[in-house]
């Protein structure tokens, strides 16, 4: 059998590793062959925060103790993991501070091509933030809203506003712990502080910083970005699209948006139906212009557009290697610096576009909110007259169908209606036993596992057990690509979930959207919360979430703020922490007493997906709902003998 046979089960995946080793161009899965992990590194213990080292220490064997300045394993660990959660809050912050930005810029400025596609959002947005209209002008409420939530950044006092969305409970644990973030900033500042040397040496007390840090990502800049981003573009809606690097059109000008921030690839797919534009493609020898994605951008543009996706972050190398990409424009985050020695193999032009990331080599043109029309028509004319230097192409043959935009708006919408719009069937369902509990399965891929398949196989586990699940990010692309997100996936549940399914017309998996959109998936429980008959908190929820092939700091960041939510998460690949037993028991057992979720690990996907199910299990015996229970119709006598009890 084939090398790449052994990788993954996606053929188009298979077929474009076999062309680049024919072509002679290494790619990432070249580049992780071969490269043994360090044992101190992956385990969290080696530490080089100052010149006194770096120090590689064990908890136990041979050679244990500590660094130089007597930093213990646990401690080591706990300052390698806060950081991590520090980077992957300044990710996700940094993106919402760009969507602020954009949005100011669009309300502000009567030329600018945004404007507030939601304004029914923007009303949701400033209850939750308790302000009344001040400025009538058009976007006068939105600009209130967008200010407001600016000032969470450099905000030093007081508490995160959007923590006031959480449950009351879980918002009373929180004040407890005194982990309400302050401002943004300011708790990622102070994360970098407290591990650096000699400051917190105490890891569980570092870890209250740790969940402070990760609730100012969950419940601030990853919400941030997502409500402002519905705000400019819609909240998502159910949309149909294809997906696969499939999508690519030999006969088209193919243009790839690739990284996180929607803005300009938003700005490119509108300038791409200019007809003045399509005509110079024609000039050129092309049909049209072909946008799709990668990545979350691609998310995020297939959630509201309906743009086809040409893959998860494996495949960002894999696109270029059709031969049909004409140009490929990134921004920030999971964007491989491979991508610069790929392209240079062929004909695409590589374009960085973000202010934050440059490549060495690679030409850039600078996203401004100002001035995004124009800078997406330069990029689609940079692509068309790159299209006549193609070479030899050859496009897999493979893509699939999908549904995405499940907003928890949607959720509600597809469950209640107009009128009844709400979370009661949801969790009527559960209840009842139909749907046994909700899982969330999110994340990156990672090469150095079986990539997607590891997804694909929780998740066809989970649905088999009447889970419902909810999925973002790359776990969501590779979803789509093996069929899982399409209502015909009904038929791979369990009977009770089938039921559901096909009574709402909804898919056993449902497409929520980007990494940001975790936060989606915060609400979404708030809103189970609320609607009783499930507990009290996010906690008490038959829920849980993982993420079986994550490698970016994003997803600690994204985990830990699931935990302190009171949610268990499941990571697979490796854990990041294992080097101290001690932290790490703190990790996957203790904090539960403190946020009632916990970490686990576990790389076996089946293995994981039955401690979802098992977590799931025990949180309906705890609720008293561990039973399937019929659904009784209740006849008039049985309503007037209730009334008269
Ligand atoms: Fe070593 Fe301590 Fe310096 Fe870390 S902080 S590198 S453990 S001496
Ligand atoms: S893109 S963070 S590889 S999910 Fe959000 Fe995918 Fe992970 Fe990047």
Redesign the pocket.
Known sequence: MNRENHLTVCRATRQMIAKAGRDGVPTVFDRVRGRRTCAFGSGGTCCRICAMGPCQVRENGPGAGSGVCGATPATIAARNFGRMIAAGTAAHCDHAREVIATALEALHSENAIYSVRDPEKVRALAGVLGLTPKDTGPGGLARQVAEMLKGEFGSQDGELLFARRAPAKRYEIWRRLEVIPRGIDREVVEMLHRTSVGVDQDFEHLMLQGMRTALADGWGGSMIATELQDVLFGAPRPTRGRVNLGVLREDHVNIVVHG?EPMLPMAVVEAARDEDLLARARDAGARGINVVGI??TANELLMRQGVPVAG??LQQELAIITGAVDLMMVDV??VMQGLANVAACYHTALVTTSPRARIEGVAHVEFDPAHADKTARELIIKAVENFPRRGVVEIPREEMDVVAGFSHEAIRYMLGGRFRAGYGPLNENIINGRIRGVAAV????NPRVRFGDLHTAVVRELIANNVLVLT????AINCAKEGLLVPEAADLAGSGLREVCEAVGIPPVLHCG??VDNSRLLVAATEMVRQGGLGDDIADLPLAGCAPE???E??IAIGQYFVTSGVTVGFGVGFPTLGSERFSRFLFEDIARLTGGRWFFEPDPMLMARRIVEHIDARRRALGIEQARERVLFDMEMRRQIGAG
């Open positions: 996180h990545c979350c998860s972050v985050q999971c999110v994340g990156c891929s973002t990010g790359c776990a980007s990494c994550w490698m970016s994003k997803a």
